[in-house]
C-alpha cells in the first residue's frame, strides 16, 4: 500500500507505533520497522541524551529499517535536557520525529535543518492546523479514544478525523482507537493516509515489558479505561486498577482544589514498576479504549501482514460487493 505516509518516512505500510513511555524501546521500535511500519523509541523514557543515543545505536544494531524518535513535551517535575535529547537524534542519524504535548515550533527549525521528518500528535483540529502552519511535515490526529493524553475537546476520531481532513494540506495518520485491518480501511477512508497504533503493540511477543501488562490489555474491555487529572487539564485514558480508583476518590473529594501533589502517589514514577515489574495496581498507565478490540499477542510482523491482508480484503471484497 502506498500513501503520503509511506513516501514520506520510506516505510512499506502505513502504520506508525506511536511513542509510549517504558514500552517504546529499541526492541520495541526495531520490531515494528522490521515488519515494515515504523518504530518509534521513546525519547524522554531514556533518562539523558547519552542514554537516547544509546538507545539509537542499539536499534540500528536491531534493524536497517527507517525508525523514529518521540519527544514529548507535557508538564513534569523537572524540564528534560530537550536540547541535549535533540542533538542525540540528529548525531544518530534518525530521519523522523513524533513530537507531542505542547507546541513543538522551537526545535523544528533544527530538525528540519538536519533533514528530519516531523509529525506532530495533535487531539483538535486546531492544533493540527497550527502544526502545520509551523511546518510540520505530517500529523497523527489522536482522537478521543485514545490511550495516554487525548486532551480537553473530548472528540471522538469519527468526527475528527473527517473534519481534519477537510482543513489539512499535509498527510495525517489516525491515532487512538486502531486495532486491525477494519481500522485502517476507516481511517483511509475518513481521510487519513495511515494509522498510528500505542496500545495494541504493547500486546505483541516483542514489546519489552511484563507479561502481565500484556495479559492485563487481552484482559480488558472497551468500558475499562477512565480518565484521570481532568481536573488538572492534563487529562490521561489509563486502565483501571486499585490505584486509578483511589485517584478518583480523590478527584471527587477534592473537587477543583486538588493539586497534582495530591495524586503523585498514583502518578508519579510508576511505568517502571507497572511496565518493568508487571505491578499492575502500582499507579495509573495509559491505556486505550481500543484495548477492548485487543485479543491476542502475535509478533509484530505477525499483526501487521494480518492487519495488511485483513485492509485490502475488505477493500477488494467487502466493499466492492456493494457497488
Ligand atoms: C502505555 C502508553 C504510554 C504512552 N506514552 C506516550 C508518551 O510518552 N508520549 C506520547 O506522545 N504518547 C504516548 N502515548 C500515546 C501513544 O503514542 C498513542 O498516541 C496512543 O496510544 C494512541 O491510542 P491507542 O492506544 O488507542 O492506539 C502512550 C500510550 C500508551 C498506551
Known amino acids: 500500500m502506498k500513501t503520503r505516509i509511506t513516501e514520506m518516512f520510506g516505510i512499506q505500510h502505513p502504520i506508525i507505533q506511536g511513542g509510549m513511555h517504558y514500552v517504546g524501546f529499541a526492541e520495541m521500535a526495531a520490531a515494528v520497522s522490521n515488519a515494515g511500519g515504523l518504530g518509534i523509541i521513546t525519547g524522554l523514557t531514556q533518562r539523558t541524551p547519552e542514554l537516547l543515543a544509546n538507545e539509537i545505536r542499539r536499534c540500528r544494531e536491531m534493524t536497517d529499517k527507517p525508525f523514529g524518535v518521540n519527544l514529548t ?3 513534569s517535575l523537572s524540564t528534560p535536557d530537550y536540547p541535549g535529547y535533540i542533538k542525540a537524534i540528529i548525531d544518530g542519524g534518525v530521519k523522523a520525529v513524533e513530537t507531542a504535548g505542547n507546541n513543538p515550533a522551537k526545535w523544528l527549525p533544527v530538525l528540519k535543518e538536519a533533514g528530519i521528518k516531523v509529525i506532530h500528535k495533535c487531539t483538535s483540529v486546531r492544533h493540527s492546523l497550527k502544526a502545520e502552519a509551523i511546518g510540520c ?3 497523527s490526529v489522536d482522537g478521543f479514544e485514545c ?6 475537546d ?3 476520531n469519527f468526527i475528527l478525523l473527517p473534519r481534519a481532513a477537510e482543513e489539512l494540506k499535509i498527510p495525517f495518520v489516525a491515532s487512538g482507537g486502531m486495532a486491525d485491518g477494519r481500522s485502517l480501511v476507516a481511517a483511509l477512508a475518513l481521510g487519513a493516509e495511515g494509522m498510528n497504533m500505542g ?5 505483541t511477543k516483542e514489546a519489552p515489558v511484563h ?6 490489555i487481552v484482559a ?7 480518565l484521570v487529572m481532568r481536573p488538572l487539564r492534563n487529562t490521561e485514558r489509563v486502565l483501571t486498577n486499585a490505584a486509578v480508583e483511589r485517584l478518583l476518590v480523590k478527584e471527587r473529594e477534592l473537587g477543583s482544589n486538588i493539586k497534582f501533589e495530591d495524586i503523585i502517589e498514583e502518578v508519579a514514577g510508576v511505568y517502571p514498576k507497572i511496565m518493568t515489574d508487571g505491578e499492575m495496581d502500582a499507579g495509573a498507565w495509559s491505556c486505550g479504549m481500543v484495548a477492548g478490540l485487543i485479543h491476542d499477542i502475535p509478533t509484530c510482523k505477525e499483526l501487521i501482514d494480518r492487519i495488511m491482508s485483513e485492509a485490502e480484503s475488505i477493500i477488494q471484497q467487502r466493499l466492492t460487493r456493494f457497488l
Do not use: C, M
Open 73 to 75: 513535551f507535557l508538564p
Open 137 to 139: 511535515d505530517a500529523v
Open 147 to 152: 490511550g495516554g493524553h487525548p486532551g480537553e
Open 154 to 156: 473530548d472528540v471522538p
Open 199 to 203: 496500545t495494541r503493540f504493547i500486546a
Open 211 to 216: 507479561e502481565n501488562v500484556k495479559r492485563a
Open 220 to 226: 480488558a474491555s472497551e468500558l475499562d479505561t477512565r
